[in-house]
């Protein structure tokens, strides 16, 4: 059957900015600086910007450090929880903080489904979160005056976390309300249940209307109500397996059972509101599409069978608060409510995404590094500067997918850590991809058998190459930030902020086209002096950039000093990098890329400024993608008269490595580029909240 597009959850913002009164007869709007005095400003503009720690980055010259488009700021978890909307009249010059802006997404594995179920029966770990994956409405009206989820019966599932092994006795309570047919809870081996090729425990409602409990071992086994329930009413279904075998119970009634059913033992994922029921045609009476049309609410999965009284006195609970409460007496392993918003953040892994091998390059140049077999994203990095990425000595690196031709008078800035005695590459360039084939390499940055650093070129090509070599040796297991620099000062070499070696006469290198290489590059003993027995690294790197200058010691002294992961990539960023790799990537696919629109209105007129178009914005899509930090001009409003700044952003759920490292606009700034800024700031619960 024809599986589901992962969509997204828009949150919206709104500022609303009153302009002050000009000179007279002026339509210009007027900012006041702190002296008292006032220019008019001729246009305007609606800026990103970010400030982390004692680093500020705009779009515009104006109050902070211009940043260019894909200018980065630091990767990690997304940590925003809820949107909101704010108004707020700015009357003076500077900043004011309008409300918290929040950004939740089912497509980024943000939103959460919550379990407060705790047994860890079947080898489950107690509370399972079950993740939102399209077509899902939020705070519907449910039974006992409780709220419930609506699906729509063609996208709209939702797929628990963890997984289990041979879920055995059990009984699920469900409430359902529809008209229409479709699955309400599954249970496969598959997180996508429409690939799965074991799957069981199913519950649906069939094509009459008919609810059916259905349990496979070598045969399908069913038990069917004789009643139908597609009545647009809230019905209480309870589906049980053990010892008395199969049954089934409709509002506290037995309405099918079948006392011979047996079950697989496997392990498996249960699915809300989708099952793999239409999966083969296995199923006699499957419904016509395994998506859920209708609504759902207070999902239980209790690890015994219920008996005919336990059932009946907990569809005789008329409180939210009473049935509740029966429900947790018996010690459920699973209790998902369904009644949440939809913006509680789940920042876990999504189960059965595709493991990422994708390091981006946050320089805004789109140079992706692919991690090859022996690298594990996520792992730890420098205390102050988030992840990492661990490499196992023997076949771990990864390569870059541009090519740079003859890059000169440049420097490589990488975190690094290793306990290696037989040394190991940083990194390096070769003249092409792969490692095999290469016909020149140099630009290497490694770190020999003796625990030195070593920076070797080969400015003619010839049989050896140029080293210089640190004195000290860093296979101690802690981390070093090396910066390896050629150009007119000669080559340098530096560990920790302070120089360890120089040769100020060879001042270029190697003339060919080549890839850049992480973790391992083509030193050889016919080439070079003082090459590893591995040239592979046994270790950790974090943080690697190339900046297209020779840095100097201040600058140098800047990153080494850094306090943060968003300080250090904005002190990155300021240096124009031709490639910043943070590494820290997450080996799942969880976020997507970021889309925003914005739309001004001015009394009834709407405009919309980013994409430009006549009118209210549409929905964000590929066309309004945001790369980067960059000025979105507005026309500058008629002075006095109220206007409204609407910012709608998006994630999708396509791959992230397009806005990897960019803030999810921590700051909105509508000013004059002509005087100081006026400020309305869209402020997220954690200030570093990234992609």
């Known amino acids: 059957m024809a599986r589901r597009i992962v969509r997204a959850i828009a949150a919206i913002v709104i500022v609303s900015l009153a302009c002050a009164a000009g000179a007279a007869g002026a339509t210009n709007w007027v900012t006041t600086a702190a002296s008292g005095s006032s220019s008019e400003a001729q246009s305007a503009t609606l800026q990103l910007t970010s400030t982390i720690a004692a680093n500020g980055c705009s779009s515009s010259t104006s109050g902070a450090t211009t940043c260019t488009t894909g200018s980065p700021v630091p990767a990690g978890p997304l940590s925003s929880s809820s949107s909101s909307s704010a108004t707020t009249t700015l009357t003076s010059p500077g900043s004011q903080n309008a409300s918290s802006a929040n950004l939740a997404s089912a497509a980024c594995g943000v939103a959460q489904l919550a379990d407060t179920g705790s047994d860890a029966s079947w080898g489950g770990s107690g509370s399972n979160t079950a993740l939102p994956l399209g077509g899902l409405t939020y705070g519907s009206s449910g039974p006992l005056s409780s709220q419930a989820i609506t699906l729509n019966g063609s996208t709209g599932w939702a797929e628990t976390t963890g997984a289990y092994t041979g879920a055995g006795t059990f009984t699920i309570l469900a409430w359902f309300k529809t008209s229409a047919s479709g699955s309400i809870i599954g249970y496969s081996n598959n997180t996508a249940p429409g690939a799965a090729n074991n799957y069981d425990r199913m519950l649906w409602v069939d094509p009459t209307g008919h609810l059916v409990w259905g349990i496979y071992n ?49 392990s498996g994922w249960w699915s809300i509101g989708d099952s793999a029921v239409d999966n083969n045609g296995g199923w006699p009476d499957d419904p016509a599409s395994a998506y859920f049309n209708g609504s759902l609410a207070q999902i239980a999965i209790v690890p015994s069978q219920l008996t005919g009284t336990q059932i009946s006195n907990l569809y005789a609970d008329n409180t939210l608060s009473s049935y509740t409460s029966a429900v947790n007496a018996l010690s459920p392993v699973n209790d998902w409510a369904l009644n949440d918003s939809g913006a509680v953040p789940y920042e876990g892994s999504v189960p059965g995404g595709t493991a990422s091998t994708a390091l981006a390059d946050a320089s805004g140049n789109g140079d992706t590094a692919t991690a090859q077999s022996g690298v594990t994203l996520g792992a730890s990095g420098p205390s102050a500067l988030g992840g990492a990425i661990s490499l196992n000595g023997s076949t771990g690196w990864a390569q870059t997918a541009s090519s740079y ?220 993608l945001v790369t980067g930090l960059g000025v979105r001009s507005i026309t500058t409003p008629t002075s006095s008269t109220p206007t409204t700044i609407k910012i709608t952003t998006q994630l999708s759920g396509a791959s992230p490595a397009g806005v990897l490292g960019l803030h999810e606009l921590a700051d909105v700034t509508y000013g004059s580029v002509r005087s100081t800024l006026w400020t309305a700031q869209l402020a997220y619960p954690n200030a570093s909240s990234q992609l």
Not at 240 to 262: E, K, P, R
Not at 445 to 472: H, M, Q, R, Y
């Open 218 to 266: 070598s045969a399908t086994d069913e038990a069917t109500s004789s009643s139908s329930y597609a009545n647009g009413a809230w019905h209480l279904a309870a589906a049980s397996f053990g010892s008395a075998g199969m049954q089934l119970y409709v509002d506290g009634t037995l309405a099918g059972s079948n006392s011979n059913a047996t079950a697989s033992n496997y």
């Open 405 to 624: 031709a003859n890059p000169e008078s440049f420097s490589v800035v990488a975190w690094f850590k290793t306990s290696s005695t037989s040394g190991g590459t940083i990194i390096g360039l070769t003249n092409v991809q792969g490692n095999s084939g290469q016909a020149e390499w140099d630009r290497m940055l490694w770190v020999d058998n003796n625990g030195k650093l070593v920076w070797g070129v080969n400015p003619t090509g010839a049989a050896t190459g140029t080293e210089i070599t640190s004195t000290s040796a860093y296979n101690n297991g802690q981390w070093h930030m090396a910066v390896a620099e050629i150009g007119s000062s000669g080559m340098q070499l530096w560990v920790d902020g302070t120089e360890v070696a120089s040769n100020t006469s060879i001042t270029t290198a190697q003339s060919y086209t080549g890839y850049w290489h992480l973790g391992w590059a083509s030193e050889t003993s016919a080439n070079w002096a003082d090459v590893p027995s591995d040239l592979y690294l046994t270790g950790s790197l974090s943080q690697i950039a190339v900046i297209p200058s020779q840095l100097t010691a201040s600058q140098i002294g800047t990153l080494d000093n850094a306090a943060s992961a968003g300080a250090y990539a904005l002190d990155v960023g300021a240096l124009s990098p031709t490639n910043y790799w943070p590494l820290q990537d997450s080996a799942s696919n969880v976020c997507g890329t970021t889309e925003i629109t914005v739309q001004q209105t001015v009394g009834s007129t709407n405009t919309c400024i980013y994409p430009a178009a006549a009118g209210a914005c549409a929905s964000p899509n590929s066309s309004s």
